[in-house]
């Protein structure tokens, strides 16, 4: 379990597992997600949950593990810019040792 800072004065924070990351990496969440020049604002984050809200509708299997994920992290009250950019930064070393 990973704890990343949602805001900057350090006052909120998510938990982050394994689980989480493993979906991100499935339906590739956060590749292409900035622009090209990887600054991370609220319409980036919108641009996420719209993504994500696509992906729901068109599947037809199970994706219960992006459900989880939407209210987990995506969709939390503390989710804002900042967090998602911690999110973005522990997902790439995340990566590297997995």
Do not use: P
């Amino acid at each position: 379990m990973y704890t990343i800072q949602t805001n900057q004065s350090g006052t909120r924070s998510l938990q982050i597992s394994d689980e989480h990351l493993t979906t991100i990496r499935k339906y590739g969440l956060l590749d292409n997600l900035t622009d090209s020049n990887g600054f991370v604002d609220e319409n980036v984050l919108e641009k996420l949950k719209l993504n994500i809200r696509s992906l729901i509708a068109a599947d037809t299997g199970d994706i219960k593990d992006l459900l989880t994920l939407c209210i987990d992290v995506v969709y939390h009250d503390n989710m804002k810019a900042f967090g998602l950019q911690k999110l973005m930064e522990l997902y790439d070393e995340w990566c590297i040792s997995h």
